[in-house]
């Protein structure tokens, strides 16, 4: 019923700047939050930056000041702006989104992207 796209990754130089974007589309009522979590090889999931509906945002200690997510509410997207890319952004960067269907108003689900993968050389 619901479906995120993500756009926008590639292989840069350290230095360099990318912007993800992330679409969802399908039945969809609101969205509530959206956020980018990444992955690198042999590591966990770990949450890169989140924006409430009302536009509230939170970054990893790692991220701050270099990243900038955003949103897009009329057209529901979500942007990870990236700038001063480092090798340990390496990964593979997913997006993710808190909504509610127009078929189930009353509840919360949480949806994946398929990933994007950003690739930073030194």
């Known amino acids: 019923q619901v479906q995120l796209v993500e756009s926008g990754g590639g292989l840069v130089q350290a230095g360099g700047s990318l912007r993800l974007s992330c679409v969802a589309s399908?039945?969809?009522?609101?969205?509530?939050?959206m956020a980018w979590y990444r992955q690198a090889p042999g590591k966990e999931r770990e949450l890169v930056a989140s924006?409430?509906?009302?536009?509230?945002?939170d970054y990893a200690d790692s991220v701050k000041g270099r990243f900038t997510i955003s949103r897009d509410n009329a057209n529901n997207a979500g942007y990870l702006q990236m700038n001063r890319l480092k090798p340990e952004d390496t990964a593979v960067y997913y997006c993710?989104?808190?909504?509610?269907?127009?078929?189930?108003?009353?509840?919360?689900?949480?949806?994946w992207g398929q990933g994007t993968q950003v690739s930073v050389s030194s």
């Open positions: 399908g039945s969809i009522f609101s969205i509530n939050a």
């Open positions: 993710n989104a808190n909504l509610k269907l127009t078929t189930w108003r009353t509840a919360n689900f949480n949806c």
């Open positions: 924006i409430t509906n009302g536009g509230s945002t």
